[in-house]
């Protein structure tokens, strides 16, 4: 299915202002910015619209302020470094909207870029308060989103703003979209997806959504022990809650019933506690005695994972395995990690911990498409409407105009 909404490359935008809602929720570090993956993922974007004569006007949230100014979750360091990105300089600005911003943006010349400060800053936000979103939207002719990890939040800055101005996708957010929705409407077979993370409960409506179109689901990391429970397995120490366990319960019934083969570990590396000092034992089973927690799966799990992943016409990985951010319980998720890096089939990865493994590992380069998006990757696979995405204006069926 062709994405539906109007691409920027569609838009006319020389000589005008762009107001580009971007991703730059990115990590911070004494001033500094940790990892600017998410920041380098919008150059292409930003890059394409300074070639055609725009003066861009970047809006981004970073952290949860609670609608106030936190200093600390200020986006100066990210417009920093974005400068460094794209080669030129970044005017910040001081706050999001105001009379000061007003003069800033009134000022810009083609190709020049002007920061807002973090949108979470101002209550409106996260409320989608239409005051917010006119006075964004007064300050560009023209509005792009690029966060797609931003997209399946009703925000201001995201969905507010199209209401005021015509509303194109972004590159990333096109190829977002694009990639993760061939996942589940038209994916080579077999479809093997592989899930992790914590809680049943978050991923639910992932795991509906695959027992009717995947081959094979196979069930990693800590939600594993909420299908132990309701099969009425031991699990002694390990993590789960309630609400998973009758989720989990559910989604056994339903796999039973369906084509697809949902898949749980055979054995486990356990931990008397979450610690990476914690004394380990590898258990050849999946019982957990007393006084002890799954915090990985095991070889014999990490070897019958990697072998489906290898058969797999397309995978989908989202949720790491186990607690690979501790040395001794990472040889589940590093398993899982480089059979996705050398399947032959197409790969994708979504979600925030599993991209991360996939870096800490050195293998983002080896997968089809590494998602940028946590919640809104999960919403578009589930099948919901991104309201980020949802607002913008329909993409035409004639031939693209040139700008």
């Known amino acids: 299915m062709a994405f539906s909404k109007a691409s920027v490359r569609d838009a006319t935008v020389k000589g005008r202002r762009v107001l580009v809602r971007v991703d730059f929720n990115v ?20 890059e394409l619209l300074r070639e055609r004569g725009a003066a861009l006007v970047l809006a981004s949230h970073l952290g949860r302020p609670g609608g106030e100014v936190k200093p600390e979750l200020s986006l100066a360091p990210v417009g920093r470094r974005l400068s460094e990105l794209l080669g030129v300089p ?23 870029v002007l ?24 300050l560009a002719q023209v509005y792009v989103n690029d966060a797609f990890g931003a997209a399946h939040r ?27 929705s061939k996942v589940v409407e038209d994916p080579a077979r077999p479809l093997v997806v592989v899930l992790g993370g914590a809680k049943v409960s978050d991923k639910v409506g992932v795991i509906d959504r695959f027992l009717e179109v995947a081959d094979q689901i196979l069930i990693g990391g800590a939600m594993c022990f909420s299908f132990f429970k309701a099969q009425g397995k031991e699990i002694g120490n390990s993590l789960y809650d309630e609400e998973s366990v009758v989720a989990a319960r559910e989604a056994l019934a ?14 486990l590396v356990l931990g008397r506690e979450f610690s990476a000092e914690t004394e380990r034992q590898e258990l050849d089973g999946i019982e957990v005695p007393d006084g ?30 186990g607690a690979f951010e501790m040395e001794p319980f990472a040889a589940g998720t590093r398993a899982v990690a480089d059979a996705v890096a050398a399947a032959p089939g197409k790969t994708v990865v979504g979600g925030g911990d599993s991209v991360a493994a996939m870096v800490q590992f050195g293998l983002e380069e080896k997968v089809d498409w590494l998602s940028t998006g946590g919640g809104a990757s999960l919403e578009l696979l589930e099948g919901k409407k991104l309201p980020g995405v949802e607002a913008l204006i329909d993409a035409k069926p004639t031939d693209r105009e040139e700008s």
């Open 27 to 46: 990590p911070l570090k004494d001033g500094e910015v940790v990892d600017d993956t998410r920041i380098r993922a919008a150059l292409p974007t930003l």
């Open 154 to 180: 009703a925000h201001a800055s995201t969905e507010g703003v199209a209401r005021h101005l015509p509303g194109y996708a972004g590159l990333l957010l096109e190829r977002e979209v694009t990639e993760l």
């Open 254 to 267: 339903k796999a039973a019933a369906s084509d697809c083969a949902l898949t749980l570990p055979v054995d």
């Open 90 to 112: 970044v005017t910040q600005a001081p706050k999001v909207i105001g009379a000061e911003v007003d003069l800033a943006a009134g000022c810009l010349g083609p190709g020049e």
């Open 292 to 321: 002890w927690m799954g915090l990985d799966v095991g070889p014999r799990t990490g070897a019958l994972y990697a072998e489906a992943v290898a058969g797999a016409g397309t995978v989908l990985w989202n949720g790491p395995m």
């Open 115 to 138: 920061l807002l400060e973090n949108t979470r800053f101002e209550p409106g936000e996260t409320k989608n308060d239409p005051m917010l979103a006119g006075s964004l939207a007064s």
